[in-house]
């Protein structure tokens, strides 16, 4: 008995060395220079080709950001906005003497989207809207036709099929109150109806081409960034 002990002792023992041995060569020795664990994020990352330009983000850094229109020479500073020597160009020049972050371009973006929204805004009678981006006398305005609209049971129903251009016409510094002038050429589609659902004005099926020409203001010593519209005319 003692025998068979011993046989299967060494048995076991035999398949025990064995089987160390062969985990040792799958899985290999701890030696300090061991690759971290996989990572398929990080292996795409390493795969993929770099590219040949790497495009810059917006304020990312300084050779990203856009001139100051003041460091920019004269005779280019309002380049394809205003002609050197214009009433126009001494506008802005006035506007970026007062306000060095000023950016025509960036007033153009905000312009054109407050143009979109305040004609939405006027034919659904949103006053909340209207009250945070035009002047009180403005607003007064546009409350009043809303009102009188409201009252005989009238609906405006207005579409934005594409802003054309908006362009700066006219450019002035009052005190500290900067004034800018914005043409806009529109395409929308525009319908009045009264309260039965009858097309008074308009034509729910025809884009028309407008023509505004509105004036956006805004107090330079202000914190408020915002420019607010301070009059409003029928282009030509």
Do not use: C
């Not at 040792?24 to 990352?45: F, H, K």
């Not at 380049?79 to 020597?85: I, P, Q, Y």
């Not at 305040?118 to 036709?145: H, P």
Request: proline share 6%; aromatic share 8%.
């Amino acid at each position: 008995m003692p025998d068979v002990f011993d046989i299967y002792t060494i048995i076991f023992l035999a398949l025990a060395v064995f089987i160390f041995l062969r985990l040792r060569s799958v899985l290999g020795q701890r030696t300090g220079r061991e690759r971290p664990p996989y990572d398929p994020y990080a292996a795409r990352e390493t795969a993929r080709p770099a590219p040949e330009k790497v495009v810059a983000l917006p304020n990312r850094t300084p050779e990203a950001a856009p001139k100051p229109a003041e460091t920019v020479p004269p005779g280019e500073r309002w380049k394809g906005v205003a002609e050197a020597g214009t009433p126009l160009a001494a506008g802005l020049d006035a506007i970026i003497a007062a306000d060095p972050n000023f950016d025509h371009r960036h007033f153009l973006t905000g312009a054109r989207a407050a143009y979109e929204m305040i004609v939405n805004a006027f034919a659904e009678g949103d006053r909340r809207t209207l009250r945070n981006l035009l002047s009180r006398e403005v607003y007064d305005g546009f409350e009043s036709a809303i009102n009188e609209r409201e009252k005989r049971g009238e609906l405006v129903e207005t579409r934005f099929v594409s802003i054309d251009s908006a362009d700066i016409t006219a450019a002035e510094l009052r005190g500290r109150s900067a004034q800018l002038t914005v043409s806009f050429h529109s395409k929308l589609v525009s319908v009045t109806r009264d309260k039965n659902g009858n097309v008074i004005d308009g034509n729910a099926e025809r884009v028309t081409d407008v023509t505004d020409v509105w004036t956006f203001a805004r107090d330079l010593s202000s914190r408020d960034p915002n420019w607010r519209l301070v009059a409003t005319e029928a282009g030509h």
